[in-house]
């Protein structure tokens, strides 16, 4: 399944967005992050409102990639800025096509978490 939510940005050019989305940043960020257990900025452990999971971060052309790579579900959010449109793209996949409805509205309302952390800094 793919989530997607589309956050305007003023402010905020690529390099700035790479540097705003550390490890370390993301409770600031999203508040359905609650804490980071581990930062080694590539790859760290935190805890969210699945648990606690290990994450990777991976730096894209436009944006970061942030995966869960013992996450049942293979849950991956992508942060990318469109430099066309000077927007921020959330993306967020798992590996179902069909799941449960509270997991899907726990999904949304962590797309919707970074969406609102987002537009904070782009403010």
Same mark, same amino acid.
């Given at each position: 399944m793919e989530f997607f939510k589309e956050v305007e940005s003023s402010n905020l050019d690529v390099k700035d967005l790479r540097n705003?989305? =550390?490890?370390? &940043?993301?409770?600031l960020l999203c508040k359905s992050i609650n804490s980071v257990i581990l930062d080694e900025q590539k790859k760290g452990i #935190?805890?969210?409102?699945?648990?606690?999971?290990e994450v990777n971060r991976e730096k894209l052309k436009y944006g970061i990639?942030? =995966?869960?790579? &013992?996450c049942p579900n293979a849950l991956t959010w992508t942060i990318t800025m469109d430099v066309d449109r000077a927007n921020i793209l959330i993306h967020c996949?798992? &590996?179902? =096509? #069909?799941? %449960?409805? %509270?997991? #899907?509205?726990s999904i949304e309302?962590? #797309?919707? %978490?970074?969406?609102?952390?987002?537009?904070?800094?782009?403010?």
């Amino acid at each position: 399944m793919e989530f997607f939510k589309e956050v305007e940005s003023s402010n905020l050019d690529v390099k700035d967005l790479r540097n705003l989305l =550390s490890i370390k &940043n993301l409770p600031l960020l999203c508040k359905s992050i609650n804490s980071v257990i581990l930062d080694e900025q590539k790859k760290g452990i #935190i805890y969210c409102l699945w648990g606690e999971f290990e994450v990777n971060r991976e730096k894209l052309k436009y944006g970061i990639r942030f =995966s869960l790579p &013992n996450c049942p579900n293979a849950l991956t959010w992508t942060i990318t800025m469109d430099v066309d449109r000077a927007n921020i793209l959330i993306h967020c996949t798992i &590996n179902k =096509s #069909i799941h %449960d409805t %509270d997991f #899907i509205e726990s999904i949304e309302e962590f #797309i919707s %978490d970074w969406s609102n952390g987002i537009l904070l800094y782009c403010k």
